[in-house]
């Protein structure tokens, strides 16, 4: 297809798992970027690539989660240990000019 | 830090009604604006957007003005649908490029009624 997807489209997991979210973007978009939408929090910026550039991880919650790009294509989002508080949708969005577009996310739980 | 503020709601209006959501923001520099559109069940989608002051932004009936002087980026439609249900997001981005992580408003619930 022609957007950006996600998978998979639902996780769930027990508490202390890792966890791996993949996002391929739109053909041809060089930035990339990971959110979190969460009830409490609505939605934050969690980290951005731009090419093969080292990404930006300004917004990562702890060092629990990190997220690589291979190829400058498709990224994977990891999440060590995971946590209670880390159960939300977890969406990607590429981009190649002004605005942003987004995959349908993954729902994580944990349990 | 930058920071978008919206009216969370649910704002509950009947079809054919005029539509406003307050969308202020705080920012240094000229930010692009945007408001993204959450449907039930569905991922967000761009609306529309503007990218410097003055613009406007404009799609499906929707519009936005970008006003610098009072910081705000409020969305309007002259009469509303009940296909336009859905949950609405004012969000900028420091670099004209996109280039960078969005920073979203928390969201306005908008319930049309028929």
């Known amino acids: 297809g022609a957007g950006v997807s996600q998978s998979p489209s639902n996780k769930v997991t027990e508490k202390g798992k890792d966890v791996e979210l993949r996002c391929d973007p739109i053909?041809?978009?060089?930035?990339l970027y990971w959110y979190r939408q969460s009830l409490g929090q609505g939605l934050e910026f969690l980290i951005y690539?731009?090419?093969?550039?080292?990404?930006?991880k300004s917004g990562l919650p702890s060092d629990r989660f990190s997220a690589e790009r291979t190829g400058g294509s498709v990224s994977t989002l990891t999440i060590q240990r995971t946590q209670q508080e880390d159960s939300a949708v977890y969406l990607c969005?590429?981009?190649?000019?002004?605005?942003?577009?987004f995959g349908p996310g993954t729902r994580l739980l944990v349990l | 830090g930058d920071s978008v503020t919206q009216m969370e709601g649910p704002v509950t209006l009947s079809e054919e009604a005029f539509l406003t959501i307050n969308c202020t923001y705080t920012?240094?520099?000229?930010?692009?604006l945007f408001w993204y559109v959450q449907y039930p069940g569905e991922g967000l989608q761009l609306l529309l957007k503007?990218?410097?002051?003055?613009d406007k932004g404009s799609n499906k009936g929707f519009e936005a003005t970008y006003r610098k002087e009072t910081t705000s980026f409020h969305l309007e439609k002259g009469s509303v649908q009940v296909s336009d249900s859905a949950v609405y997001f004012c969000?900028?981005?420091?670099?004209?490029?996109?280039?960078?992580?969005?920073?979203f408003g928390k969201g306005t619930h908008l319930i049309i009624q028929p």
């Open positions: 969005a590429s981009s190649s000019s002004y605005a942003q577009y």
């Open positions: 053909s041809g978009h060089t930035a």
């Open positions: 690539f731009q090419g093969n550039s080292a990404p930006d």
């Open positions: 920012a240094t520099g000229y930010p692009s």
């Open positions: 503007a990218t410097k002051a003055d």
């Open positions: 969000a900028l981005s420091q670099a004209g490029g996109g280039a960078d992580g969005l920073t």
